[in-house]
């Protein structure tokens, strides 16, 4: 009987040392499954971030050559720009040098109007 009791004890002890075990493995289970769905919410999350970031230097790129096109474009109106104020400068020098043109052309008709006055002034008036 001794033999018979030792047996259950054995059993019983074996018993409630796989139920212990398999509570225990079910709440490892458990964890398992709570830390892959983290891990799987951090995995999304990143796969998220890192779209994202591939969009973000695409944006990147596509102002990056705007900008250049941008900068191009003020260069040659800048060049342009330049070019139309030299012109306007001549002809600024131009038109000065005209106008002191038109003085002395001016000043010598004032002149020869003059000089023709007196002599036709001089001549007697004739009366039809």
């Given at each position: ?15 409630v ?32 971030l ?5 969009k ?21 109106e ?49 009366i039809?």
């Open positions: 009987m001794e033999g018979q009791v030792r047996k259950n004890t054995a059993v019983i002890v074996i018993s040392v796989a139920i212990i075990f398999f509570i225990l493995w079910f709440k490892t289970i458990s964890e398992v499954r709570k830390y892959k769905n983290i891990a799987d919410r951090k995995a999304a999350a990143y796969w998220d890192e779209e994202k970031n591939a973000l230097e695409k944006e990147r790129f596509t102002v990056a050559e705007e900008l250049k096109a941008a900068q191009a474009q003020l260069a040659q800048k060049t342009q720009y330049e070019e139309t104020k030299k012109v306007l400068s001549q002809e600024q020098v131009a038109e000065q040098a005209l106008k002191v043109e038109l003085e002395r052309v001016t000043r010598l008709k004032e002149a020869l109007e003059s000089d023709l006055k007196g002599p036709l002034s001089a001549q007697p008036k004739v039809k």
